[in-house]
């Protein structure tokens, strides 16, 4: 596994991270978490260091999936993202339930990348730094140790990215960029890389579209590799 700086955060990160959105309802829904455990554990032992959830992922029960294979894992070998979103909290006060929550289905003392979750509009951007909202929260939750690093997820274009990168009000970001999207969003990425902030890629197989269709996506495959691992390429050949 290769590993990458962290933008400015002093961590560093597996270039594959683990997304706990797709866990098969199988999997959790009887109240026996131990299959899905062994993913994030096969996931682990393969150098996956970066492991990413939110409260509302598989029915509310993603966080407390990994909180059970957290147990048996060196917490130092690890990171972990969750995430809130507007419609979890609007002030200052809920967000400090939702990270107490997070905290304690995780079964950790501090998160350490906690995200501002799908900001689609500079509105909603402004919604989580209003005064008494849930940044405020998430700031006085990371003076208190809870949280390392205060960063966001987005569905922003390039631009509008940019624009909130240049704030310097965050440490990392999420995002979709792929081999279909990247145009859209290349001007944030940069951006971003120039404020020195961490990032993350999700979609990066544009939501099973590229392998889906081989023959069209072939010009990004790079000799005898496969479609999967040249797309997974084309993202991990940028910053």
Known sequence: MQYRAFGNTGKHVSVIGMGGMRFRRDMY????????VAIVHRAHELGVNYFDTAPDYCDETSERIFG?????????SYHVST?????????????????????ERLGLDT?????????KTLDEYREF????????????AQRE?????????????????ASIADDGVFEAV?????????????????????????????????????????????FLRQGDQSLVVSALQ?????H
Not at 29 to 36: E, P
Not at 129 to 140: C, P, R, S, T
């Open 29 to 36: 829904a009887h109240g026996d978490y131990s299959r899905a």
């Open 68 to 76: 059970e294979a957290f147990r048996s894992m060196d917490r130092d």
């Open 83 to 103: 995430k809130c979103g507007l419609w979890n909290a609007r002030t200052s006060t809920e967000a400090r339930k939702m990270i107490d929550q997070s905290l």
């Open 111 to 119: 998160i350490d990348f906690y995200n501002m979750w799908s900001i």
């Open 129 to 140: 730094l209003k005064k008494g909202g849930v940044y405020e929260g998430a700031l006085e």
């Open 145 to 161: 140790g809870l949280i390392d690093h205060i960063c966001f997820t987005t569905h922003l274009n390039g631009e509008d990215i």
């Open 174 to 218: 999420t995002l979709g960029y792929n081999a279909i999207n990247f145009a859209y969003r290349q001007k944030g990425i940069d951006a971003c890389a120039a404020a020195g902030l961490g990032i993350v890629t999700m979609n990066p197989l544009g939501g099973g579209i590229i392998p889906a269709h081989p023959e069209y996506f072939s």
């Open 234 to 238: 084309f993202i991990l050949a940028q």
